[in-house]
């Protein structure tokens, strides 16, 4: 019954920015890592950025300086700030999150619906 919903897609100019939210809900013991995807008509989905337990992180070179995932955990959120947008940013995004259900529990990876992201003139 875990559940990621997603925020904060639309249609944006060159250069523009949008901010993505995902909220988790649901019996979750605790979250390991929160990332954003993202897939392009013909491409495979590829992870865009993710912020491990703690606060270490992870980038797609190319939106490497533009983008910035961050959480709040007391709100089981996780967003991914959108700066200087290019069109080859478009795509459907999509936020996983890792979680355990209960202690010692496994591991399993729970995805958000997808927020569609438009870059364009």
């Known amino acids: 019954q875990v559940q990621l919903v997603e925020s904060g897609g639309g249609l944006v100019q060159p250069g523009g920015s949008l901010r993505l939210s995902c909220a988790a809900s649901?019996?979750?013991?605790?979250?390991?890592?929160m990332g954003w995807y993202r897939q392009a008509p013909g491409n495979q989905r590829e992870l865009v950025a993710a912020?491990?337990?703690?606060?270490?992180?992870n980038y797609l070179d190319p939106v490497k300086g533009r983008f910035t995932i961050s959480k709040d955990d007391a709100k089981k959120t996780v967003y991914l700030q959108m700066n200087s947008l290019k069109p080859e940013d478009t795509a459907v995004y999509y936020c996983?999150?890792?979680?355990?259900?209960?202690?010692?529990?496994?591991?399993?990876?729970?995805w958000g619906q997808g927020t569609q992201v438009t870059v364009s003139s």
């Open positions: 912020i491990i337990s703690g606060t270490s992180t």
């Open positions: 649901g019996p979750i013991f605790s979250i390991d890592v």
């Open positions: 996983k999150v890792d979680a355990l259900l209960r202690p010692g529990g496994s591991r399993y990876a729970y």
